[in-house]
Structure formats: structure tokens, C-alpha cells
């Protein structure tokens, strides 16, 4: 560089950008000014390559772009603006970015539309993906061997800035919690801004007031354990604020009634859950929750076994495709748990209206429920996501949106209309402990 220049960062970033790395990153909430010094530092890190000489591409992506609005186009050029020598260096044009020596050029693509063009666009001498949360792993898997520029003293590096939402999102696994010295990731949250604005201020203590569900995901940084606009949104906070998620133990003299929602096991089937639950008088006790998916029988059984869900002490409740043969093993789940000694109902098809009839038991009964928090946080997450699917256009409730929550939200479910069904009898002897959902 022919001059020095400095840079206002917040503290926490100032020792990110020092030394060698792979990756950059930082993740939190609202407020933090990760992603207006990102792209500070994208402008700046292009300036050092041109007056050293180096030419290429600074790619900025993110996930979903169908347009330059959709990009950080806008995010750059202000940044740019707020630093005299970046002004000076670059030529800012309504739709690009480009260095006036003619060495340095800002690309901006969609991963989802165009991850395979970012192969071709040439020498990328640094890739910053902002709202990285979504990016799947197929999309890393490409992104990241396009960046293979080095020269003296460099490397091409990849900068990633999200707002974290789900555990299992690939930016979490591949970056967050990897052990490697050069992926280096802080978390920035609104207190580590030393210029937060008052408007923001406003509106974050608004939501602390206002929105408590919603205020540690979007101001701390914290995954989402209930999104606005979930069935079960309200039911969850209520049951938090009253103590009954925490510690459960169960009954060592009742039943462990073991509600499945059924997967596959193909390598794209559905997730297979399992909620374990006693009724106990009027209470539900959520006591374990299991997932998996792609898995064969055997594997769940194992999982029962190992929480002491033997035949002698649990029973299996299976939604009405339990008697349908498995694609890959051709039998029934219900012959083959039957098979393994265990009683199994199969809950008789509740035809149309049937996932609203689960909802509606389950927001009933949930002020009579508790959950040991400890092993049901997973199915804890599925019900804080659990939602509508929407017609935005139109403004019209489609129905619950089926993803990844659907599997453990329609288990609990089915839990829910087992408790309220009428006892039936039957020729099979279940526990009494409360009502139950005897198939006749």
C-alpha cells in the first residue's frame, strides 16, 4: 500500500482480520455491524490486492439472489462511501463496483441459481457469503474448491456473516464447530457495537418487552426455538414461563408410551421420530425425544433399548401407515415391533382434517403438559418451527408446511389425539393410567 489508512472496526473484529486464515466469520443477531464491516473489509482487502499488483474477482454471494436488489451491491457501496481512499480507488456505478485501475472487480451470484457459474468467473481472489444460513452443504461442497488463488503471502480466503437459526444448518457444522486453526469465527451480538443506533435501541427493547420469544434469536444471536407465526409459539412461552419445561422424571410403575411419526430408509425418506411420553392423571409427561433418518428398523430399536424402552415397559402407538410395507425390507413397522415383542395400536386414519385435529389437540393440552427438557430439546425445536405454509401473494393459509419440524410435530400430535380419544375395548391389555386410543 502507498499510504496507511485506518479502518473504524467494532473490537471484536480487529483481531479476526489479523493473521493468516482459510475462513473468516462471525454469527449473531440484529444490530452487531458484522455485515456492514464485512463488506467494509471486502472493499478494503480488493484495494491491497490492486495496489500490490494482483487482479481478479471479489465474489459476493449469498444463497438467494434472483436480482442485484437481492445482493450486497447496496451493502458495498456504502461502505465505500464512508472511507475517503475507498472512493477514490473504486468507480461505483448504479449495478457495479470496479477498481478505476482496472485491476479489481466485484461479482455478486446467487448459490442456489448459479453456484455452478461461480466456477468460470475467473481469478477469485476473496468470496464473502453473507446470510449464509440457508447455504447447503452441496453449495459449500463447490463454493469453497473455486477459491484456490495464493500468491506471496495470500490466499484466496472465504468470509462467511450469518444470523443463526437452526442447529443442523451446514454453516453451523461446517464452520461454526470446526476445530481448525484457520477457521476463525467470533459471535457479535448489538453490545459488541460501539455505534448502535438509538432507532435500533427502540426496537430491540420493544421486542424484549413485547416479543420474549422471539428476542434471543434476533437480538443474541440464539438458534430459533420459536418462530412467529408457529402453531405452538405461544403454548411453548407459556409453558417456559410456568416451569414445566426442565427436569421430568418418569413413573417407574406406568407405561412409556412410545408415539412414532414413520420415516423410511432410503437415502431421501423422511425423518423417523419417536416421543416418549406418560400419562400420568391429567399430565402428559414428555420424557424423551429420538429422530433419525434413513435408518432401518433395527436402529430405532436400539435407541428404545438403550433408554430402557423394553417390551415389558413400552408400548408403540404408529400413525395408520403402520401397517404399510417398508419400500426397502417389505414388511409392516407394526409386524415387525410386533415381531420384537413389543404392543403396538395403529392409529386408525383421521381423513381430511387430520393434521388440523392434531394441532388443535395439541394446543388444548398443552397446558397440561410438561417436557424434561434435556432429551426432548429436538422435538422442543420441531414444535418451536412447526407452521403454516403460506401464499404470500394471496394471503391464504395452505396448511401446515412440510419440513424438517413435521415429523416430530406430527408424533406429538398423534400423542395428543391418542389422550383425548375414548377408550375402546379390545382383546390387547394397555395400562389405564389415562385415557388412551385402543384401535378396536
Not at 478494503?44 to 436480482?67: H, K
Request: with cysteine; charged share 25%; proline share 4%.
Amino acid at each position: 500500500m502507498s499510504a496507511t489508512a485506518q479502518i473504524a472496526l467494532p473490537p471484536k473484529l480487529k483481531s479476526l482480520f489479523v493473521g493468516p486464515a482459510d475462513v473468516r466469520g462471525a454469527h449473531g443477531g440484529r444490530g452487531s455491524a458484522k455485515t456492514r464491516s464485512f463488506a467494509k473489509m471486502a472493499a478494503v482487502r480488493g484495494y491491497m490486492f490492486g495496489e500490490s499488483g494482483e487482479s481478479g474477482i471479489m465474489l459476493c454471494a449469498r444463497q438467494y439472489m434472483n436480482s442485484l436488489d437481492d445482493s450486497s451491491l447496496e451493502e458495498v457501496k456504502r461502505a465505500i462511501e464512508e472511507e475517503p481512499f475507498l472512493s477514490a480507488y473504486y468507480d461505483v456505478g448504479e449495478k457495479f463496483i470496479k477498481s478505476r485501475d482496472g485491476r479489481i472487480d466485484f461479482a455478486f451470484a446467487g448459490l442456489d441459481r448459479s453456484i455452478e457459474s461461480v466456477k468460470s468467473k475467473g481469478r477469485i481472489l476473496n468470496c464473502w457469503v453473507d446470510e449464509a444460513e440457508p447455504v447447503t452443504a452441496e453449495a459449500w461442497s463447490i463454493l469453497i474448491p473455486t477459491l484456490r488463488e495464493e500468491g506471496d503471502g495470500w490466499n484466496a480466503e472465504l468470509w462467511v456473516t450469518w444470523n443463526p437459526k437452526r442447529k443442523n444448518a451446514a454453516v453451523e457444522s461446517r464452520f461454526r464447530h470446526a476445530n481448525d486453526n484457520l477457521i476463525r469465527i467470533v459471535e457479535m451480538n448489538w453490545r459488541d457495537n460501539p455505534r448502535f443506533p438509538a432507532t435500533l435501541e427502540r426496537a430491540r427493547q420493544r421486542d424484549l418487552r413485547d416479543r420474549p420469544d422471539q428476542y434471543d434469536h434476533i437480538w443474541e444471536g440464539a438458534y430459533v426455538s420459536v418462530i412467529e407465526g408457529a402453531y405452538y409459539a405461544k403454548s411453548l412461552t407459556q409453558a417456559r414461563a410456568e416451569g414445566r419445561i426442565g427436569r421430568v422424571a418418569a413413573d417407574p410403575l406406568m407405561t412409556i408410551r412410545l408415539f412414532c411419526d414413520i420415516g423410511g430408509t432410503g437415502a431421501r425418506a423422511d425423518a423417523f421420530t419417536i416421543w416418549a411420553a406418560q400419562f400420568i392423571g391429567r399430565e402428559i409427561r414428555w420424557l424423551n425425544y429420538y429422530e433419525a433418518v434413513g435408518q432401518p428398523l433395527s436402529a430405532h430399536l436400539e435407541w428404545c433399548r438403550s433408554q430402557g424402552y423394553t417390551p415389558a415397559r413400552a408400548q408403540f402407538w404408529l400413525p395408520h401407515d403402520g401397517d404399510s410395507n417398508d419400500k426397502v425390507y417389505d414388511v409392516s413397522y407394526a409386524s415387525a415391533l410386533r415381531e420384537a415383542g413389543y404392543e403396538v395400536t395403529v392409529v386408525p386414519n383421521q381423513g381430511k382434517g387430520a393434521a388440523a385435529a392434531r394441532i388443535e389437540a395439541g394446543r388444548r393440552l398443552f397446558p397440561f403438559m410438561w417436557f424434561n427438557e434435556a432429551t426432548t430439546q429436538g422435538g422442543l425445536d420441531a414444535l418451536g418451527w412447526y407452521h403454516e405454509k403460506k401464499d404470500e401473494k394471496r394471503n391464504i393459509g395452505l396448511g401446515p408446511n412440510h419440513d424438517w419440524a413435521s415429523h416430530g410435530a406430527d408424533g406429538f400430535g398423534a400423542g395428543c389425539v391418542v389422550y383425548e380419544a375414548p377408550t375402546v375395548k379390545t382383546e390387547q391389555h394397555l395400562d389405564t393410567g389415562a385415557s388412551s386410543w385402543m384401535a378396536a
